[in-house]
């Protein structure tokens, strides 16, 4: 793998944060992201499948505010989320 990570140096110096091919990448990576949470949040598996579907799209619907507050900050909506949706479980279960 390591004439990979030399040819992505070498070819990756010149590229900015600003260019239309970083964009474009970071855009495919937030579309991702995006399909992945509503799969999970439509289809659950697993330990999620035992949380209702109000409180999945509630904790969606705080993450999708963080995100757009935050100037798109994928971390903190990510983090609201994953919070929000511990905290309406248990608000939900008590």
Do not use: C
């Not at 030399?6 to 995006?34: K, P, Q």
């Not at 757009?68 to 279960?93: D, E, I, N, P």
């Amino acid at each position: 793998h390591e004439p990979w990570r030399w040819l992505g140096l070498i070819l990756g110096r010149n590229l900015t944060v600003d260019s239309e091919m970083f964009l474009w990448v970071r855009s495919v990576a937030a579309a991702l992201i995006a399909g992945l949470v509503f799969r999970l949040m439509l289809f659950p598996v697993g330990a999620l499948a035992a949380v209702s579907l109000p409180v999945r799209a509630t904790a969606l619907l705080a993450a999708a505010l963080v995100f757009f507050a935050t100037k798109r900050h994928m971390g903190y909506a990510v983090l609201t989320g994953a919070l929000s949706l511990v905290a309406l479980q248990f608000w939900a279960a008590g």
